[in-house]
């Protein structure tokens, strides 16, 4: 696939007090430049630099492909990202990027990668997936529990379960859910902000934790793979 002509952007969240957290979709949009599939790639944030609202004003190129960095189709990537953007009839909005059909496999590999680096095995593991969850939209709740089961169904541990950062199920209850002896964390969240470094850490434990699934190299090829299927 190549768009020689248009233009991609990464649209995420981004962070004013955790900036260091928006360094993978850096390194995403750098991975896709340097395969020169795209006249322009934008990787641009709704807080912090470089600024969603800005972005058009670089762009020359007639087509543009978006791809919010979220990990489910709710209200910052059907709501938030559109309103930044604004109406700009060269804008092609791709799927959010956690509905991508290959995530379960991916997230796959990251438990199997922690169960070989803690010496755990599968069957006497459990994961929490954990979503970000709202209120305004059952999106994020409705994409987290279909990807945990999906895992649960390629059998990558004892259980895997969807808890949530601001809605029930909580995280802080995780002790409730989990029976194995051991416990491994998978952040279904696209950045390495304060909620994957900080506040999981402090909100289970103990337990491995894996980086958030918007940091795996892997996901550049999905971006790709969302464009492809929008083409």
């Not at 991975?31 to 800005?54: C, G, M, S």
């Not at 902000?193 to 958030?212: N, V």
Request: hydrophobic share 45%; with cysteine.
């Amino acid at each position: 696939m190549a768009k020689p002509g248009a233009a991609l952007i990464l649209a995420a969240h981004g962070s004013s007090t955790h900036p260091e957290g928006a360094a993978g979709v850096l390194q995403h949009a750098e991975t896709i430049r340097r395969r020169n599939l795209f006249a322009e790639v934008h990787a641009a944030f709704l807080q912090q630099k470089p600024e969603l609202d800005k972005v058009l004003e670089k762009i020359a190129a007639p087509e543009i492909y978006v791809v919010p960095m979220f990990a489910s189709p709710g209200y910052m990537a059907r709501t938030a990202v559109p309103r930044a953007l604004g109406n700009d009839g060269r804008l092609r909005y791709c799927q959010a990027l956690g509905t991508h059909a290959s995530i379960p496999a991916i997230i796959a590999g990251q438990i199997e990668h922690m169960c070989a680096q803690a010496r755990i095995k599968p069957p006497e593991t459990d994961v929490i997936l954990v979503g970000h969850g709202t209120n305004r939209d059952p999106a994020s709740e409705k994409q987290t529990r279909h990807v945990a089961a999906r895992l649960n169904e390629m059998g990558v541990a004892a259980n895997v379960h969807a808890l949530f950062l601001e809605i029930e199920p909580l995280v802080d209850n995780w002790a409730d859910h989990v029976q194995s002896k051991n416990l491994i964390v998978v952040p279904f969240l696209m950045g390495g902000g304060y909620h994957a470094l900080d506040d999981l850490p402090k909100r289970i434990a103990p337990a491995w934790h894996c980086p958030p699934l918007g940091d795996e190299p892997d996901i550049a090829q999905v971006i790709i793979g969302l464009v492809e299927d929008f083409a």
